[in-house]
């Protein structure tokens, strides 16, 4: 594949990002606070989202491309993502509301004084549900989305569904509220629903969206503490991951301590394990390729080589299964089903339960993925087919990777024909992944109940 450009794009979109907010604080200090908390840590991660999906990340690719030196490829970007943006004037003027009742207190007041575990999507719900099934205490999951009826999760978990409230307004922020409508938003509807709720603490998952940052800042400023659990690994720690404001973050092992610490921080890092089930023997020695979304330092054209990737193992080994799971944000056309029909040992495998994949996988293949270190904790050996990828587990001995399509196929033509290298990497995996994996599954849940049992003493 030709080189691209997306490293550089989120380079300097970091620049610029950091750029644009001190600017914005020269002109204003107090820019990015409401009632004296501050989001300026949620704007860099809103603009961050912004930037990785904007089409400025395409524009900046094809300049660069065309030899476009990046000092005028970046100033473009500058001029389309910031240009109205810089050229405001910043009027922040705030206000200190006294005593206010909401009307959303009293609905809400059978579920005051209780932990409340914050969730955005039915991903992260899925990923809960273990621990809310054995959790005893009477706790309130705050769903930013529909939660479907059915998922057995006890009687003491109160389902509490929001939206945006916009019909009363307790900050006051007119810069934000004009210019950064989404933060603005959501500090108030935190602001309400913390005071309404006054939870024990509060339980986030993932950690790296601008919303996510706004309800742990407002935690600290209410003195409630917030506790991030750890969901995937973002294979590089970019400015989501900087700066974080949450008091506890409860990781998959010391090894990811490490690695999560070297974003500077105040946050307290925990390791506890990895909540999906695990351990189960191998079914299999099939070889399963994980989707990713082409965002970020990605594009369609790195889906289309891995799933030429893909056709090259379907033919060149028979005698393996070859499955594909996608992910929710990269589902696969019926351009691309249709010819994966054309090989008889593959099949999609999307609907099945993850550590179910990994019973059947002996070999996970991905681009862009935490699945490349979940391999490790199910004792699968991760195939990573992706230029650059932190840390390297091919220099550990626990995997392998390849930069191009060429590399990709002649190191898994190795591993197919040489069965004593997979064996290698799997003794070499077994040794090390408690490192990385504290526990897994059950054990993983008692750690984490008993670590949020200290909170409430």
């Known amino acids: 594949m030709d080189r691209d450009f997306y490293w550089e794009y989120l380079e300097q979109s970091e620049k610029m990002i950091d750029e644009f907010i001190a600017q914005v604080k020269e002109k204003e200090p107090a820019a990015f606070f409401v009632n004296g908390t501050g989001l300026e840590k949620a704007a860099v991660n809103y603009l961050w989202f912004k930037l990785m999906y904007s089409s400025s990340r395409f524009h900046y690719n094809s300049q660069r491309k065309s030899g476009i030196p990046t000092s005028a490829a970046t100033l473009e970007v500058w001029k389309r993502e910031f240009g109205v943006l810089s050229s405001q004037q910043v009027d922040c003027r705030q206000l200190t509301p006294g005593h206010i009742v909401y009307s959303k207190a009293t609905l809400l007041q059978e579920y005051r004084s209780k932990p409340v575990f914050y969730c955005i999507n039915h991903r992260q719900l899925m990923y809960l549900v273990p621990l809310l099934r054995h959790i005893k205490e009477e706790v309130v999951l705050l769903a930013g989305y529909a939660v479907p009826d059915g998922l ?187 010819a994966i029909i054309d090989y008889p ?71 197919i024909n040489d069965p004593s290298r997979v064996d290698g990497m799997k003794a070499t995996i077994r040794k090390v992944k408690q490192d990385y994996f504290t526990a897994g599954g059950g054990r993983t849940v008692s750690n984490v109940i008993g670590f949020l049992s200290t909170l409430k003493t």
């Open 152 to 338: 057995a999760i006890g009687e003491n978990v109160y389902v509490v569904e929001y939206d945006l409230i916009c019909d009363e307004v307790c900050v006051q922020n007119n810069y934000l509220q004009t210019w950064f409508s989404k933060l603005f938003w959501f500090a108030n509807t935190f602001e309400i629903l913390l005071d309404s709720l006054s939870p024990t603490y509060v339980v986030i998952l993932e950690g790296c969206h601008e919303d996510m940052e706004i309800l742990a800042q407002l935690c600290k400023t209410k003195s409630i503490p917030s506790v991030c659990i750890q969901q995937g690994w973002p294979l590089f720690l970019t400015a989501l991951w900087r700066n974080m404001n949450y008091d506890y973050f409860l990781t998959w092992g010391r090894k990811f301590n490490a690695l999560w610490e070297e974003g500077p921080s105040n946050t307290c890092f925990i390791d506890v394990g990895y909540l999906y089930k695990t351990g189960s023997a191998k079914e299999d020695t099939g070889i399963t390729f994980f989707l990713s979304p082409p965002v970020v330092v990605m594009d369609r054209s790195h889906i289309n080589e891995l799933l030429a990737f893909m056709k090259y193992c379907a033919t060149a080994f028979p005698h393996r299964n070859i499955y594909i799971r996608e992910h929710p944000e990269c589902l696969l056309g019926l351009h691309d089903r249709s």
């Open 345 to 415: 040992n593959v099949r999609l495998v999307s609907d099945m339960a993850l550590d179910e994949v990994f019973r059947i996988s002996e070999i996970c293949v991905s681009i862009f993925s935490s699945i490349a270190f979940e391999s490790i904790i199910h004792e699968s050996v991760p195939f990573v087919f992706n230029r650059t990828y932190t840390p390297s587990l091919e220099k550990e001995g626990v995997g392998v990777h390849a930069n191009s399509l060429e590399e990709a196929i002649m190191k898994m033509d190795n591993l």
